[in-house]
């Protein structure tokens, strides 16, 4: 868990150069509110021992922060963090027995529940003016709702080299795609994470992506651009790797993370929200069970 929070680091400095100490603060509550609310549970309600040095209650708070906007009321994050640790975790026994990543589970309630306060993005300190008010996918959704080809709304939308730098308005960890892939190598490195999963999901959503566009350049971005936006990095390499709501086998990873990307690209091009990948993980943490049921390892010994 120290690990990912390792991995963690390029993406919170990237937000903070982007944002401001406002990022540092929303970091910090959530993280300090999911220790908090694990400990007190463990130690007031279930009645065990508190096991918060573990890392998890602290990997759970930074990836609630980089799922909400930097200007998120104080009182949402303390909610979304008891949502997470007590709704999302706890409530199913503690690490290593929940289903959902209870970092999902957090950011999904607040953003059904508040959705005005989670789609209410803050500048970024270092884009465009133009590119400041409304996150590109955002951007995407209401120009072609209104009826704008992409050539029209291109010319709203930061490059694809600002996209992948971070220059554009969003959630605190979804807005530099090259500081999640320098965490997400980390982790490979240290053998934390295997690449099947993250792989799965981005090159599903590529693969797709890349279909609709070439199928109709006026009505879809193409594949680049839906890599680069969003929470497809973040999700990809560090919530739908979470050892315990993911596969164990790396066939099982490969199907879950191939769910993912498709129902990521379905709810992005034709669902109400221009993004779907925290609803795609947790529909396919739903599956994790049947899909651990059906793609086993094989057994010590067995010939193949």
């Known amino acids: 868990m120290y690990g ?3 991995a963690m680091l390029p993406a919170f400095a990237m937000s903070a150069m982007f944002f401001g100490w406002n990022s540092v603060k929303v970091t910090l509550i959530a993280v300090a509110a999911s220790v908090f609310f694990e400990y007190v549970i463990q130690k007031y309600i279930m009645k065990v021992k508190p096991t918060v040095d573990d890392g998890s209650a602290i990997v759970t708070g930074i990836l609630l922060a980089f799922n909400v906007p930097v200007g ?3 009182w949402l994050i303390i909610l979304g963090a008891l949502v997470a640790i007590g709704v999302g975790k706890m409530s ?7 289903p959902f990543n209870p970092a999902l589970v957090g950011r999904v309630f607040l953003l059904i529940s508040f959705p005005v306060q989670m789609t209410t993005w803050a500048p970024n300190k270092l884009a465009a003016d133009g590119f400041s008010g409304a996150t590109p996918l955002g951007l995407l959704k209401e120009g072609l709702k209104s009826g704008k080809t992409i050539s029209e709304i291109t010319s709203q939308l930061p490059s694809h080299f600002d996209l992948f730098w971070g220059n554009m308005s969003g959630s605190l960890g979804e807005i530099s795609a090259v500081a999640l892939l320098l965490g997400g190598l980390y982790m490979l490195w240290k053998k934390i994470i295997t690449w099947h999963t993250p792989i799965a999901v981005l090159g599903t959503v590529f ?11 006026e009505r879809f971005m193409d594949p680049m651009f839906h890599l680069f936006t969003g929470g497809v990095m973040l999700g990809a390499i560090f919530m739908a790797t979470d050892m315990v709501s993911s596969p164990m086998t790396h066939v099982g990873q490969l199907i879950f993370g191939i769910g993912i990307g498709i129902i990521t690209v379905l709810i992005r091009n034709f669902g109400a929200y221009p993004e779907g990948i925290s609803f795609a993980i947790l529909i396919m943490n739903a599956f994790t069970p049947l899909i651990n049921a059906y793609v086993k390892p094989a057994r010590f010994g067995r010939i193949a």
């Not at 199913?92 to 929940?98: A, D, E, P, T």
């Open 4 to 6: 990912v929070v390792l």
């Open 72 to 74: 998120l009321p104080v």
């Open 92 to 98: 199913f026994g503690g690490l290593g027995q929940n």
């Open 207 to 217: 693969i797709f992506e890349g279909i609709l566009w070439l199928a109709n350049p």
